[in-house]
Structure formats: structure tokens, C-alpha cells
């Protein structure tokens, strides 16, 4: 089972520079969510998405862009790249008040 | 608003020590109760959950009891080991209101040999 896929684990970028975020999950999963990790302040929502075609913004949403045209695949776009958005990425996806599944996370680097 | 309070860390223990960390919540609605664990450099894994006031969530030794009289979650081992050594964090899901996820700070635990 493949799960919660995110793509890639690793990116440097410098500032103003574009890039998306892959993630991707094969459980037919209606929620999907990103979320930053910063060091001292756990996770904060980023974006997330109810169903294909439903997103909304989480607590940090500026800077960032998403869509869901599938209930597979839920990208996150960076517009312009800043320093500040240097973190590690989580993408997550459940059922309902089920479990909530993490990808293994991208961390993202802007220079 | 609707809230999940964890004691700060880092918690530091001796292996074999007993392990508690606090999870307090509030929640307007009736929330289903998790503690997820990351272990260095890897994504979250669910831990345990409860569902319902009295529930009793245990997975690999540690275990977690929903106290609705005390809006409590408090994470419990017996004896850790250090590959115990995480960031444990409790959350909530309030199904009144289209299950919204809500997140504790994370506590960073610390056990040596």
C-alpha cells in the first residue's frame, strides 16, 4: 500500500522562484491537507481540501496555492519563493473523524 | 475556540522510567482523541485514539484514557526505551463541525541509555 505519497523529499530553492509540491494518495481519501513544520511550533495548517474540487485556507495560508481536480492528487504551489518558507512539508489525508495519514514530508530550503 | 494543550518539553527520562505526558483539550463539541509520534527525520504515525468518554487507547506499551469529567488525554508507559525517543503530539477531531483536525504543540521526549 502505497498510502500518502509526496514528491519530491528534498528541494533547495532561491528566493522568487516557483515550484509545486506533489502529493498524491490511493485510499479514496475525501480530506487532504498540507502543513508546515517549523522547529518549537508543531504543525500549522496550510491549506486542505474536503472533496475534488473544494479547497480553503488553513491558519499560513499566504504564499501558497492549491488545487484539488482529483480526490487523488492535492498539489501545493509556492508563488514566490521566500526565505521565510524554508520548512519541512507535510501532506495528510482521512476519512471522516478516522486517522489522519502523513506522507513522509519534503524538506524545502530557500536560499 | 477549541484547543489541545500539551506539556512543554523536552521531557528527559532514564530508560525504564515511567513516562507521562499531558494532553488537555478544549472542545465545544464530543471530539475523538489521538496521540500521533514522530520519530526523527519521519512523518507522523498514529500512536492510539479513543473514540468515547472512557475509552482506553494503548499501542506498542503506551497507553491513553479519554477523561471527559477532566478534558484529558495524558499519555502513559510503563518502562520507555530509547527508542522511545520522539515528538509525541495529541489532537482532536470534533465531529460537530466537519471534522476539524486540532493540533497540540508537540512534546519532544528524550530518553538516555
Known amino acids: 500500500n502505497a498510502g500518502v505519497t509526496q514528491t519530491p523529499k528534498f528541494q533547495v530553492l532561491k528566493t522568487g522562484q516557483s515550484m509545486t509540491l506533489q502529493c498524491a494518495q490511493d485510499?479514496?481519501?475525501?480530506?487532504m491537507s498540507w502543513y508546515r513544520q517549523d522547529p518549537g511550533m508543531g504543525l500549522r495548517l496550510i491549506h486542505y481540501?474536503?472533496?475534488?474540487?473544494?479547497?480553503d485556507q488553513g491558519e499560513v495560508p499566504n504564499g501558497y496555492n492549491v488545487s484539488r481536480s482529483t480526490t487523488e492528487d492535492f498539489p501545493l504551489r509556492l508563488l514566490s519563493a521566500a526565505p521565510s518558507q524554508t520548512s519541512v512539508y507535510f501532506c495528510?489525508?482521512?476519512?471522516?473523524?478516522?486517522?489522519?495519514?502523513f506522507g513522509d514530508g519534503t524538506r524545502l530550503s530557500i536560499l | 475556540g477549541d484547543s489541545v494543550t500539551q506539556m512543554e518539553g523536552p521531557v528527559t527520562l532514564s530508560e525504564e522510567a515511567f513516562l507521562t505526558i499531558n494532553c488537555t483539550y478544549t472542545?465545544?463539541?464530543?471530539?475523538?482523541l489521538f496521540w500521533y509520534v514522530q520519530y526523527p527525520g519521519e512523518g507522523l504515525q498514529l500512536l492510539l485514539k479513543?473514540?468515547?468518554a472512557d475509552d482506553k487507547g494503548s499501542n506498542k506499551g503506551f497507553e491513553a484514557t479519554y477523561r471527559k469529567e477532566t478534558t484529558s488525554f495524558h499519555l502513559e508507559k510503563g518502562s520507555v526505551q530509547v527508542s522511545d525517543s520522539a515528538v509525541y503530539f495529541c489532537?482532536?477531531?470534533?465531529?460537530?463541525?466537519?471534522?476539524?483536525?486540532?493540533w497540540g504543540a508537540g512534546t519532544k521526549l528524550i530518553i538516555k541509555p
Open positions: 479513543a473514540t468515547k
Open positions: 481540501s474536503v472533496g475534488a474540487g473544494i479547497t
Open positions: 485510499m479514496n481519501h475525501e480530506y
Open positions: 495528510a489525508s482521512r476519512m471522516g473523524n478516522q486517522p489522519q495519514h
Open positions: 489532537a482532536l477531531i470534533l465531529m460537530d463541525s466537519n471534522y476539524q483536525l486540532i
Open positions: 472542545a465545544t463539541g464530543y471530539p475523538s
